[in-house]
């Protein structure tokens, strides 16, 4: 049973582009959460979705991200004109959505830097 | 979502038990305590979840006491590679706002030492 599948592992865009990161959850799990981790520092929640709707997105900046985990795919998180500031490690997690405690899996993490 | 605090970094050696204790008053009734630990450019990896009194599995045990604003992780014999950060977090099942998100601190960050 592989695990949470993040890909780019490292993406280098340059001010003012889009960088698109993707997370593919364990299976068989219909909820998935984006992190953000600044070096020295604890991972921040971003947002949490289930398949085809946003469920908390309070940690989201209200410009530039967004974020979707449509019916069929992977999740995708999408920020656009990047800047310098928002170079970080961006980790995704999933879980069942199934019982009433539930685990976070993570997975690699895929590492944004902005030129 | 209950906020925790645990010591920020702390060393030892090979073979040692190491407890790293983390504080949480504000606990409430439905939240559970998990423990993450994180290598360097990884993710963070699952350790142990708990309610109460005490967890065991085959990386580590976690004692909750009874008013459970307290818990600590116990690692046994401790080697080289479990040099890491280690989370505590609190929260979950889902609450009045309907959300699973983890509140990360900034970890206890242990050095094993041969």
């Known amino acids: 049973n592989a695990g949470v599948m993040q890909n780019p592992r ?3 865009r340059r001010r ?5 990161l ?6 068989g799990h219909s909820h998935v959460y984006w992190y953000r981790q600044l070096p020295e520092e604890g991972l921040k929640f971003m947002v949490y979705l289930q398949k085809e709707n946003i469920i908390d997105e309070s940690g989201m900046p209200k410009e530039r991200f967004s974020a979707e985990f449509p019916k069929e795919g992977p999740s995708i998180l999408r920020i656009q004109q990047v800047v310098r500031g928002d170079s970080a490690a961006y980790f995704c997690a999933s879980s069942p959505g199934t019982g009433v405690e539930e685990t976070q899996y993570f997975g690699p993490g895929t590492r944004l830097l902005v030129l | 979502l209950a906020k925790t605090t645990q010591p920020i970094s702390m060393d030892s050696y090979e073979g040692q038990e190491v407890n790293i204790t983390c504080s949480h008053n504000n606990i409430a009734t439905n939240d559970y305590i998990t423990w993450y630990q994180q290598f360097p450019s990884q993710g963070p990896r699952f350790i142990i979840q708990g309610y109460k009194t005490k967890v065991t599995n085959e990386v580590a045990s976690l004692f909750i006491p009874a008013d459970r604003k307290s818990s600590t992780l116990s690692l046994p014999r401790v080697s080289l590679s479990d040099t890491a950060v280690y989370y505590c977090l609190v929260g979950g099942p889902r609450g009045d706002d309907n959300t699973d998100k983890l509140i990360f601190g900034t970890g206890t960050r242990l050095q094993v030492f041969p």
Do not use: I
């Not at chain 1, 003012?16 to 698109?20: L, M």
């Not at chain 1, 993707?22 to 299976?27: D, I, L, T, V």
């Open chain 1, 10 to 12: 490292h993406l280098v």
């Open chain 1, 16 to 20: 003012g582009q889009e960088a698109r």
């Open chain 1, 22 to 27: 993707r997370c593919s959850p364990m299976k």
